[in-house]
């Protein structure tokens, strides 16, 4: 019996890791839709994934009045994807990029640092989006190296002459996904981002007009493009794929043209994906730009450590979570600490700290401060002999953490 079950083993050893090997993940965002049109054009394409896996209304913008409020502005919305934080952590608050915190990692050197074999590519008609959010070749992200790139078309201006109609954005854009699909149908990176801009365009040109919703029109046929090569590449090669598509922020409720700021509509978005096993937290939880990164991770089984995951904001949007909604709310040296317990059984272990050497690259001394049933869904922290002006408070909860600040001065 024992020669009979070390070969088994054995075998299944070999299939898990090659299961493994065959995760694949994209994520899209195209630019500057809010929730309400997504819902009302005809999108057959997007409709046939979400079919696949689900839709959702989500949101941007962090906290509103919060400490983690978060600019409705293009780069800070893909880097709250990117990183799973808020702007409070990963420091882009508009399009300059100026000084973004690569102490939060992104989703691409996760994959990285874990599985350095593993591929990875970026389509997109932003050059930026590559070399200073992913952070290309800096040593600020560990020299992080992607193995394909496509984008830097909005530098031609020979091949995509500017025009004031913008054109020659949809022209880059039909570009990019042409590529994307493409390579995808013959080398199948494992993780790829696609960004698309056209929406955005003709969002702040035309607003809530023809022009508009037509530009959706026509993301969505490339959407299917995409779709077909997802599907062609687990058709013939049994990989399993899964795709997040989703857009960076709405848009102004008077007539559509800008966005930047806090109100209903510049916050809601919504979420497209194939994913199977979507959570109760994806279907009713109002999820944000920030759950997509753990949601990718874990699809392609990378491991985030705790002291990062600690740090991340969002939380997976499949399979098992235990809390959601956490709060914190410090009054007379007490800190009240409260989540919405999704699973009924196992403890919340609460874990408090008194700095941020992490934003600054250095590591942060949590001290357990209570572990409480998490059905209770709250704990009193009595700190009235460890008086800050700042807390950084970890729910560690059996299937995921959460985290919130305490904030008094600026950290």
Not at 91 to 102: E, G, L, M, R
Not at 116 to 132: I, M
Not at 189 to 201: A, G, K, R
């Amino acid at each position: 019996m024992k020669n009979f079950i070390l070969p088994v083993f054995f075998l299944c050893c070999i299939a898990s890791s090659f299961a493994q090997q065959n995760k694949k993940a994209i994520f899209v965002i195209v630019d500057g839709i809010p929730a309400d049109v997504i819902e009302k054009l005809n999108t057959p394409n997007l409709d046939a994934i979400a079919k696949a896996g689900g839709y959702t209304r989500a949101h941007v913008g962090g906290e509103r009045g919060g400490y983690s409020e978060t600019p409705t502005i293009s780069a800070v919305g893909y880097n709250s994807l990117l990183t799973g934080t808020w702007v409070n952590k990963h420091n882009v608050w508009d399009n300059d990029i100026a000084a973004p915190n690569y102490s939060y990692w992104t989703i691409f050197r996760f994959l990285k640092e874990q599985y350095p074999q593993k591929k990875a590519a970026v389509f997109s008609s932003w050059e930026d989006n590559r070399t200073k959010l992913v952070g290309e070749n800096l040593a600020a992200t560990g020299n992080l190296k992607l193995d394909y790139h496509f984008d830097g078309l909005e530098l031609d201006t020979t091949k995509y002459p500017h025009d004031k109609r913008r054109d020659f954005m949809h022209r880059i854009d039909e570009a990019v996904v042409d590529n994307a699909a493409d390579y995808i149908k013959k080398e199948a990176p494992d993780l790829s981002w696609v960004y698309l801009e056209y929406t955005d365009d003709m969002g702040h040109m035309h607003g809530d007009s023809p022009e508009f919703y037509k530009a959706v029109e026509m993301m969505d046929n490339q959407m299917g493009r995409l779709w077909s090569a997802i599907q062609y590449r687990e058709n013939n090669f049994k990989e399993d794929w899964v795709i997040y598509i989703t857009t960076d922020h709405g848009r102004s409720a008077d007539n559509g043209k800008n966005h930047g700021g806090q109100s209903d509509r510049e916050r809601a978005t919504w979420i497209v994906t194939s994913a199977k096993g979507l959570n109760s937290y994806f279907k009713t939880g109002n999820p944000g730009v920030i759950d997509i990164m753990p949601s990718i991770a874990s699809s392609l089984n990378i491991t985030i450590p705790k002291e990062r995951l600690m740090e991340v904001d969002g939380i997976p949007l499949t399979g098992t979570i235990s809390a959601t909604t956490a709060n914190a709310m410090l009054e007379n040296g007490k800190i009240k600490v409260s989540w919405k317990a999704v699973a009924k059984k196992g403890n919340a272990k609460i874990w408090l700290a008194t700095t941020n050497h992490f934003k600054e690259g250095g590591k942060d001394e949590y001290s357990l401060v209570a572990t409480v049933p998490l059905v209770k869904q709250e704990a009193v922290i009595d700190v009235s002999n460890s008086p800050s002006s700042f807390y950084k408070i970890v729910i560690e909860a059996p299937q995921n953490m959460l985290n919130r600040w305490i904030v008094e001065k600026k950290q």
